[in-house]
């Protein structure tokens, strides 16, 4: 079974540009959830989708917004980028919310400049 | 509201040695518990897993846990450690409630001395 997969890996913006990122879960799987990962903050929950609905949603700007779509694949986006946005964003999925193991892609690294 | 600590940002020991990272925990009721493994410039992996079927669970490449519900711990051990073992370690807890997310520590760094 294929694994978590997000897209870009990579990727280069300048501030105020807006960045769009995806990820396909696990097939059957469907909770997506989304961290922000930074040397100084950690790990951090930016929000979960489960059959398309925002389930739970972190202490992030609303310039953080996210969506999923109904093969469970989901994308966020962030608007109006900041130097401080550079991290690399993380997702995970599961079968479901509560006692579900989450299983995360390799990440895609954002640089702001 | 649940919780996890995790005790010590980087933990050092010499290859060969034992590994003991410390996880506590914070919830009303026995929560299901985690440990990840970050590899520089990966996702997490998950190590192991707690669902109340066993207090001492192993999870892969030889680390496993115990579940001590009197002391609210979940400490991550592996007998020997080896130079592939450096990384990031992470605890999460997985509350019983169907709508709540799963919470993480702020992660522990494990160097190995050779």
């Known amino acids: 079974k294929a694994g978590v997969t997000q897209t870009p890996r990579y990727l280069i913006k300048t501030r105020g540009q807006q960045v769009t990122l995806s990820c396909s879960p696990i097939?059957?799987?469907?909770?997506v959830s989304w961290y922000q990962q930074t040397p100084g903050q950690g790990l951090q929950f930016l929000f979960e989708?489960?059959?398309?609905?925002?389930?739970n949603k972190g202490n992030f700007p609303g310039r953080f917004s996210g969506r999923q779509f109904s093969n469970s694949r989901s994308e966020m986006n962030v608007s109006t980028l900041e130097l401080g946005d550079s991290a690399l964003y993380l997702c995970?999925?599961?079968?479901?919310?509560?006692?579900?193991?989450?299983?995360f892609g390799p990440g895609t690294r954002l640089t702001v400049t | 509201a649940q919780s996890v600590t995790q005790l010590g940002s980087h933990v050092s020991v010499s290859e060969g040695a034992l590994v003991l990272l410390r996880c506590n925990y914070s919830s009303s009721v026995p929560p299901y518990l985690f440990w990840y493994v970050q590899y520089p410039n990966q996702g997490l992996q998950l190590l192991l897993k707690y669902t109340s079927a066993a207090t001492l669970v192993k999870g892969i490449n030889g680390f496993e846990a115990e579940f001590k519900k009197s002391e609210t711990s979940f400490h991550l051990t592996k007998p020997s450690a080896h130079m592939s073992d450096a990384a990031e370690y992470f605890c999460a807890v997985s509350p019983m409630n169907r709508d709540d997310k799963i919470i993480f520590g702020k992660g522990t760094r494990l160097h190995i001395l050779p």
């Open positions: 989708y489960f059959s398309e609905t925002q389930r």
């Open positions: 097939s059957g799987h469907r909770s």
């Open positions: 995970a999925s599961s079968l479901g919310s509560s006692g579900y193991e989450q299983y």
